[in-house]
């Protein structure tokens, strides 16, 4: 089975503090995703990559930047943690681009910031 | 521009009772993917379905069941005799084929069945 995991379960962190949300997947996927969900607003994506060292942005990107060093990793970094970025954070990955069928992302169990 | 729209925020039924979960996608792509995730009170997303757009065809998994009707943009997921444990909030996602490999969601309908 795919496992996609997310290092923290709760973080609590303080106005202004730099905040890395660790994922890791075992499943040698080529892509990985980082999503923000609030109730009312659904799943947003923040940042997504395809490959090693590759990213793109998503639908929300600001306040927020990732890293992929290595496969299987993808970080989530707030670099000056606001309020405004209390929210679950969900890590996903998949196998393949689109014109595959093996486009189902599997999703960790999530990470529930709270900003203070 | 792709979308998907979840019209329903809520819904609350008793046990037993069928209940139908709306989507609607928006795309002007012929070629798309759509799916099906379930969100427990765990928090983590269960894939239920994968559907492509050639593929029109319903499809039934025990008690769900998947209607995909591309005449109306539409792909609603039925849930039949429904249980306590199916309480969650289920999302509807868009993939499209030259967009990339990010799923689009919907904002979610939470299910509450009671006994």
């Known amino acids: 089975d795919v496992k996609v995991t997310q290092s923290s379960r709760y973080l609590v962190k303080r106005t202004g503090e730099k905040v890395f949300l660790e994922c890791v997947q075992d499943m040698d996927h080529e892509n990985m995703f980082w999503y923000r969900q609030d109730p009312g607003l659904g799943l947003r994506l923040i940042y997504f990559?395809?490959?090693?060292?590759?990213?793109e942005k998503g639908d929300i990107p600001e306040g927020y930047s990732v890293s992929r060093e290595k496969k299987e990793r993808f970080s989530l970094i707030l670099e000056s943690a606001s309020t405004n970025q209390t929210s679950m954070y969900l890590c996903a990955s998949s196998l393949g681009t689109a014109p595959t069928m093996n486009t189902e992302a599997f999703f960790g169990q999530g990470t529930r910031l709270t900003v203070v | 521009a792709q979308k998907v729209t979840q019209a329903q925020t809520e819904i609350s039924v008793v046990e037993k009772e069928d209940v139908t979960l709306d989507c609607v996608y928006e795309?002007?792509?012929?070629?798309?993917?759509l799916f099906w995730y379930k969100q427990p009170p765990s928090g983590e997303l269960v894939f239920l379905i994968r559907?492509?757009?050639?593929?029109?065809q319903n499809e039934i998994s025990g008690r769900y069941s998947w209607n995909f009707q591309k005449s109306t943009s539409s792909f609603n997921f039925t849930i039949t005799a429904s249980q306590v444990v199916d309480s969650a909030v289920y999302f509807c996602a868009l993939l499209v084929f030259w967009s990339g490999t990010a799923l689009i969601f919907g904002k979610g309908t939470t299910l509450s069945v009671s006994s």
């Open positions: 795309t002007r792509d012929t070629t798309y993917y």
């Open positions: 559907r492509n757009s050639f593929d029109e």
């Open positions: 990559s395809y490959d090693v060292k590759m990213k």
